[in-house]
């Protein structure tokens, strides 16, 4: 990790500012409340826990208030995220950090597939020896928290991360994507917002080429007559000759779509895909790819 002396305020205003059309999108009010406080960390590794954090707000909690919040909390800071959605089970809580765990309830039929992705933000926050926290109470909400941040005294000049030119560091660099989309125009927007992230994008219609090696595999699900989002995912790992992960994206029902691919390392999001989501679970993938 790059650790450096970061400004809370700035870096939280920034994350909502980002995420102010999703949010809009869900009917989410964000609220901050952070003192002038400093911590020493990494930029892009705390925005992407943020990022992941502030996500499952506005994807579980829809037409809830938000409130970010950071305080001191014993010698360290702690920055906490309250919802007021649905909350999560007692009897799911142990389970939350597993990777792509995802809390089975009827009505996730519109948000199933992609799971809470905490084990990203525990890993993440591993790295600059801090923990992640979750309280919870079914029907009334609830706490995200990053503890164990270090409180730094303000730096002559406090570097924002995207701000005055200074660009937060990308962690999708180099990631080779297989992008499939028989939709000429999502084809070219999705691309556009993988490369922008620092990917190395291929797109293709129907079955790719595979004489190129790609790390990931991102296909929509009904490609017409020729062949499935399925049958590309398997063209691909039979030319690589190993199990390349892969995410695939559908208007359908999410459900009928993991029973037809019949592979529940595949994670299913529907459309339209929330960027957030798509870069937290091509962080996830990333972070696999990089450790083994």
């Known amino acids: 990790p790059q650790m450096e002396p970061l400004a809370l305020r700035p870096l939280l205003q920034q994350l909502i500012q980002q995420n102010a059309e999703a949010a809009r999108w869900a009917g989410v009010t964000v609220r901050l409340h952070c003192p002038p406080l400093h911590v020493r960390a990494d930029p892009g590794l705390l925005t992407t826990m943020l990022q992941n954090l502030l996500s499952n707000a506005l994807k579980y909690a829809p037409g809830r208030p938000v409130l970010i919040g950071c305080r001191r909390k014993g010698e360290g800071v702690s920055i906490e995220l309250y919802d007021k959605g649905r909350g999560i089970a007692e009897g799911h809580l142990d389970s939350v950090f597993e990777e792509f765990y995802r809390v089975r309830q009827a009505r ?34 609830t706490l995200a928290a990053i503890d164990g941040l270090q409180p730094v005294a303000q730096p002559l000049a406090s ?3 995207g701000v005055g ?40 219609r129907t079955l790719p080429d595979t004489s190129a090696r790609f790390d990931l595999v991102v296909t929509d ?14 063209h691909v790992r039979k030319a690589s000759g190993h199990d390349v992960p892969a995410i695939i994206m559908t208007g359908h029902d999410v459900r009928r779509v993991q029973e037809q691919v019949g592979d529940s390392d595949i994670p299913i999001l529907p459309k339209p ?6 870069r937290s679970l091509l962080v996830a993938f990333k972070l696999k790819l990089q450790a083994g």
């Open 159 to 161: 570097p924002v991360p």
């Open 108 to 141: 996730d039929s519109d948000v199933e597939g992609m799971g809470l992705g905490l084990a990203i933000v525990r890993r993440l926050g591993g790295l600059m020896d801090m923990q992640v926290r979750i309280r919870s109470v079914e029907g009334r909400g």
């Open 165 to 204: 030119g200074v660009q937060p560091p990308r962690m999708l660099d180099g990631l080779r994507v297989c992008l499939i989309e028989d939709d000429q125009n999502v084809l070219l927007a999705t691309a556009t917002l993988l490369q922008k992230w620092g990917c190395d994008v291929a797109t293709f």
């Open 221 to 234: 699900f009904d490609l017409g007559i020729e062949a499935s989002g399925a049958d590309c995912i398997a």
């Open 273 to 278: 895909v929330q960027p957030a989501e798509l």
